[in-house]
């Protein structure tokens, strides 16, 4: 088993993607998803939603005139996630997305590290981003990385297919 990680520039169909892959796959899958809640003037504001329960947290706030993350939603919510996640029945853990907001949240990185070595496959959706916890993952030997700046969706899906086993 490999697991997926899924990068490339914004609005560029990594969650579609990984969703029809989900979809295809047809096993139970938990973990998280964000979503956009409020557009700022400088930007968007998230949410992170457990896929299980569907309950919502907020992950960052319109500071100082900058979108920042919320290190403790992260650390509290988002680290609990990933933890009911990897305790559930499902075989598949989706992580849609990790980026920058978490970079200081200790705790959810060490959770997000523990799901990766669970034994329960992986499939993520990567900001595209130089960041000390983005690069450790695409760095990992154990697994699929697709970069749609690289390669299209369609060639993207053939390796999904070919590789992840659908």
């Known amino acids: 088993m490999r697991h997926i990680v899924v990068t490339g520039v914004r609005q560029i169909g990594k969650s579609t993607l990984v969703n029809r892959y989900l979809e295809e796959l047809a096993v139970p899958y938990a973990g998280y998803r964000t ?3 409020f557009m700022t003037n400088v930007g968007p504001i998230y949410a992170m939603e457990d896929i299980q329960t569907g309950e919502r947290e907020v992950i ?3 500071v100082n005139g900058k979108i920042q993350g ?3 939603t992260f650390d509290e919510f988002g680290a609990g996630v990933i933890q009911r996640a990897m305790s559930s ?3 598949v853990l989706l992580f849609d997305e990790i980026g920058r907001f ?3 949240s200790h705790k959810f990185l060490l959770a997000l590290d ?3 070595a669970s034994g329960k496959q992986v499939i993520a959706v ?3 981003e130089e960041l000390p916890h983005l690069i450790k993952i695409r760095k990992r030997e154990d697994i ?3 970069d749609l700046d690289s390669i299209s969706r369609q060639e993207a899906w053939m390796y999904l297919t070919k590789e992840g086993g659908v």
């Open 102 to 104: 978490e970079h200081s």
């Open 126 to 128: 990567l900001k595209k």
């Open 35 to 37: 979503c956009c809640i």
């Open 89 to 91: 029945d499902a075989a």
């Open 114 to 116: 523990a799901a990766f």
């Open 144 to 146: 699929l990385f697709l």
């Open 70 to 72: 919320i290190p403790s």
């Open 60 to 62: 960052s706030a319109y």
